[in-house]
């Protein structure tokens, strides 16, 4: 999660849309998303696995192991940090999910648009 108040930004959806700790899936311009709270943090990742480059959840909204704490890859059981994205196991250990810059404004995650300076 990102602090740019000033960065242009596109609204994702509701803070309370999201359980804590918990996962949603999200589309984006065509673009398949995740986001995984944390507290009052909030993660947003491209829904990728590095390893085969599919999908990462079974069923919709399911990205986390069943202690609520590392993002799982159901297909291979590859486990990665919320806050970072590195893989700490399975086939892609070292490893990162694509993660995208967001904040927490208004009660809304909003997705910071990237610099196309």
């Not at 359980?19 to 673009?31: A, I, T, V, W, Y």
């Not at 993660?43 to 390893?51: A, D, K, L, S, T």
């Amino acid at each position: 999660m990102t602090n740019n108040a000033h960065a242009p930004a596109t609204p994702l959806c509701h803070l309370d849309q999201l359980p804590d700790p918990g996962s949603k899936g999200l589309m984006h311009e065509g673009q398949a998303l995740f986001a995984v709270r944390q507290g009052q943090q909030v993660f947003v990742y491209e829904n990728r696995c590095p390893h085969r480059g599919i999908p990462l959840e079974w069923t919709p909204d399911s990205f986390l192991d069943h202690s609520g704490r590392l993002i799982q890859c159901a297909t291979h059981g590859a486990l990665f940090l919320p806050e970072t994205g590195e893989c700490v196991a399975g086939p892609c250990s070292g490893q990162f999910l694509r993660q995208l810059p967001c904040r927490i404004n208004g009660g809304q995650v909003w997705l910071i648009e990237a610099n196309t300076d």
